[in-house]
C-alpha cells in the first residue's frame, strides 16, 4: 500500500522547510554488475555489440553501458523462451514446485532489498526511502502472492446437455512478451512476471531503455532460485526496435504491455498485423481527484498532495485533475499552495526528500512545456513553475488554479509535479466533468458523506475508485482502464486470465443413467 506506507516515512522526515538540490549527489555503493541481454539463462551481448547509456536523471551522467537489443536478439529469446516452453520442465512441474521457486525468489529479493532499492533511485531518480521501504516490499509481496496462486488454478466442471463428461483444463497460453515503462521499473516487472510465471508460462520482458539495471539484478536473483533455462528472457532496448520486434514476433502467444496510450495503439496492431496474439494494455491517465463540500479540507489538501505529485508526478493514474467544490475552493487553493512549497525537493538519496528528478530530458522539457501552455491559456500560477537547480532533471513542485476544462493542462497526461486545481458546483456537473476524458483509469473521492460516496463509485467511468484514500495497490487487487487507459486488468485472481488458455474437454458418457 503505497498511501500507508508513506504516512510512515512523512512521520520520520522533516517536511517543515524546502531543500535545495543538493551541488554533490551522493554516491550509491552498489556495484552494477549486470548490463547485458538474459538469454536461454546466460548474459550475453548483443549480436550487433551495441551499447546504449543508461543516465543518472540527477546529473545527467552516464551510470552504465547496457547491451542494446534489436529485433536478432528479441529472436534468440522468443526462440529460448519457446524451447523452455515446448520441451522444459516448468510447464510441466507440479504447481507446487512452482510455487515454492518463486517463494525462493521473493526471499533474495528481500535479502538484497537495499541493493535493488539502491539501483531503482539511481536509474529512475526516485526517492530511495520510497524504493526500499515501499515498492521493493510490494515487488516481495507480488511474488509471494501469485506462488500462492499457482497451486489454485482450477479448471470446472461443466453440465452440459447430452450424455457427455466436460471439463475445463485452465492452461499456461505459452510464450507471453512483455513490455514495461520507467516509472516503476521493477513494480511493472513483477505484476506482469508474477501472474505469468504463477501460470507455467515463459517470458521475454524488455525494459524501458531509461531503467534497465534492476529487472537484470532481480533476474539473476530469479535463477538463482531455481528457474530452469530458458523460461525468463530479458532485453534491452529501444521501443520501435526491441519492443516492436517483440509485439509483431510470429512466435510469441500473448503481449502485455505498460506505456503511454500512443505506443499501446502501435503494439495492439503489430500483435494483430502478425499474429493475432491477446494483448492486455494497461496505458496513461488523467484521474480526476473530487473534493465534496463536506470535506475537511486540510485532509483533503494533504491526500491531493500525495495522489499528484507522489513519485515526481509520474503515475499513470496520478490525480492529475483536482475538482475542488467552490463552498472550499478558495482555502483550498491556498492550502495547496502552502503544501507544494513545503515539498521537499532533492537528492533522492537523502534521508527525508519527498522529490526527486524526472526521468529524462525529454519528460523534463514535456513538463516545462506543459507549464508554459498554463499559464498562456490563463490558468493561475500558484507555485513553481520551473526547474529546480542547474543541472539534472529537477522540477519545481507547481500548482495552477482557475483551470478549465478544455486547456491543454487539464486534459493531457503531464506525468509530472503539477497541480491543477479546477472549481465544480454539484454533483451532477463533476462527475460529468470526470467523465469527459478519453482516459479512465482511476478516480479520487474524497467525501464524509456516504450518499455521495456510492453515487460517485457508481458513476465514474474508471478501473478503480478511491475513497478518502488514494495509490492503495496491493497485490490482490485488480487494476486496469477504461476507455483509452487500457485493456484487461493485472493483479488479483483477475491478473491469472491474461495468461491462460481454456480448453474444452468432452468425453461420452457410455451408460448414461448418471447423468
Ligand atoms: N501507464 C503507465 O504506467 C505509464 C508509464 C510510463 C509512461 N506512461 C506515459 O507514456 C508517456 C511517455 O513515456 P514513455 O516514452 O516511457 O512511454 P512509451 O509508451 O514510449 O514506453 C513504454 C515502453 O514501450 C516501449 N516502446 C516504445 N515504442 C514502442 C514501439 N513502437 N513498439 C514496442 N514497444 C515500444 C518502450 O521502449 C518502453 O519499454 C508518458 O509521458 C506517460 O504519459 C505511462
Known sequence: MFSA?????RKHGNYSTAAAIDQEPINPSVSINYTQLLIDGKFVPAVSGKTFPTLDPRTEDVIAHVAEGEAEDVNLAVAAARKAFDEGPWPRMTAYERSRIMLRFADLLEKHNDAIAELETWDNGKPYEQAAKIEIPMVVRLFRYYA?????????TVPADGPHHVQTLHEPIGVAGQIIPWNFPLLMYAWKLGPALACGNTIILKTAEQTPLSAMFASKLLYEAGLPQGVLNVISGYGPTAGAALASHMDVDKLAFTGSTETGKIVLELAARSNLKPVTLELGGKSPFIVCEDADV????????FALFFNQGQCCCAGSRTYVHESVYDEFVEKAKARALRRIVGDPFKNGIEQGPQIDTEQFEKILGYIRSGVESGATLETGGDRLGSKGYYVQPTVFSNVKDDMLIAKDEIFGPVQSILKFRDLDEV?????STRYGLAAGVFTQNIDTANTLTRALRVGTVWINCF???????????YKMSGQGREKGIYGLNNYLQIKAVVTPIKKASWL
Not at 298 to 305: M, R, S, T, W, Y
Not at 431 to 435: D, L, V
Open 148 to 156: 500462492g496462486w499457482a497451486d489454485k488454478i482450477h479448471g470446472l
Open 298 to 305: 486540510d485532509q483533503a489538501v494533504e491526500l491531493a498532495h
Open 5 to 9: 506506507a508513506v504516512d510512515r516515512l
Open 471 to 481: 495509490d492503495v495497490f496491493d497485490a490482490a487487487i485488480p487494476f486496469g482502464g
Open 431 to 435: 462527475i460529468k466533468r470526470a467523465n
